[in-house]
């Protein structure tokens, strides 16, 4: 099969598509021919040489695809050859090929064309575990999504509203936050000339903000803090903004808040599998009567990984950008 790798690590020019050997699924697993990966932020880290996959992992980037079940490990039940699916991956879907876990397999949902399935498993898993399984976002609560406008900001906005929240959002340009308007943000920030904290004091009646959502880590912590509610949830999934920060705990006591920080790709399988089968039970029926739906910027061909790194890298997108293997581009 051919894949996208990483020799060295370095720039977007760094990812080769190159032959290389076919994936064997081994018990409990199950080979997918890829139809379409998508690019996330961890995929350039690991590129850049800063983000290794888990031991035993593909050494490919892609955390999530979509396409069709090639073959059956042992002990594996409840799918066939020839069944459409996406999957949550550790690692290998910028390739042709790429096995998985049974337990991280996910039917494609109704309504949802089989390449755009591959925009849906990272992010909604990452919105799922982190706002509702551990953040426990409720109706009529409010969330702040730092990021709106990306693959988890569009996620985290629908099923927010999806679920009776009001939404607040950043972004950096007009466009992308009218775009979170017609997902159903409720407040719109734009992080270039707005403070987010005096904002969502405003926009909350002073009582801030019950859950927020944040892909910055370091540079935000202490604002974060500040604007939530009491007994306010920060769920910490991203250090884009850096690794290291001072905080008042006594702000954090004062409002009894709780700051949770998580990533997705090294949990162990029974996690995993556990974030799968809820996401299938909660969010697969939201997804396929269209109350939820993936945004999807642009699909390129997986060969020409490179400029869709680019993209994401300049923040030249909203939603996800599509790697298609290129003969199912047609």
Avoid at 98 to 111: D, I, K, R, T, W
Avoid at 125 to 146: A, D, K, Q, Y
Avoid at 152 to 171: C, D, E, H, Y
């Amino acid at each position: 099969m051919y894949a996208i790798t990483i020799p060295e690590p370095g720039g977007p020019e760094a990812l080769v598509w190159a032959e290389v050997p076919d994936p064997v699924p081994g018990e409990g697993e199950v080979l997918v021919e890829v139809v379409a990966s998508a690019v996330n932020r961890a995929d350039i880290l690991q590129r850049q040489g800063f983000y290794n996959p888990p031991p035993g992992a593909s050494p490919y980037p892609g955390l999530e695809c979509s396409g069709r079940v090639a073959a059956l490990g042992t002990g594996v039940s409840g799918w066939k050859v020839g069944d459409e699916v996406c999957a949550l991956l550790a690692g290998g879907g910028y390739a042709e090929k790429v096995v998985v876990p049974a337990g991280q397999l996910l039917p494609v949902p109704e309504s949802v064309d089989l390449r755009q399935a591959a925009a849906l498993p990272e992010v909604v898993c990452t919105v799922w575990s982190n706002v509702f399984m551990i953040s426990h976002l409720r109706p009529g609560e409010t969330l702040l999504v730092h990021g709106g406008s990306s693959g988890i900001g569009t996620m985290a906005i629908q099923l927010a509203k999806a679920v009776g929240a009001r939404v607040a959002v950043t972004a950096g340009t007009k466009e992308k936050l009218e775009k979170c308007a017609e997902l159903g943000a409720d407040v719109l920030i734009n992080y270039r000339e707005q403070d987010f904290v005096v904002e969502v004091d405003q926009a909350t009646g002073g009582a801030g903000a019950d859950v927020i959502l944040d892909n910055m880590g370091a540079k935000y912590l202490d604002r974060n803090v500040q604007t939530l509610a009491v007994n306010g949830r920060l769920a910490i999934i991203g250090m884009q903004g850096g690794v290291k920060s001072e905080l008042n705990i006594a702000t954090l006591l004062n409002k009894r808040a709780a700051i949770s920080a998580t990533s997705l790709r090294a949990r162990p399988l029974s996690e995993k599998t556990a974030i799968v089968a809820a996401v299938r039970e909660h969010v697969w029926p939201l997804i396929a009567t269209g109350r939820v739906r993936p945004v999807v910027d642009r699909e390129l061909p997986m060969n020409e990984a490179s400029a869709a790194h680019r993209t994401v890298e300049d923040s030249g997108h909203i939603g996800k950008v599509l790697l298609v293997v290129p003969e199912n581009l047609t």
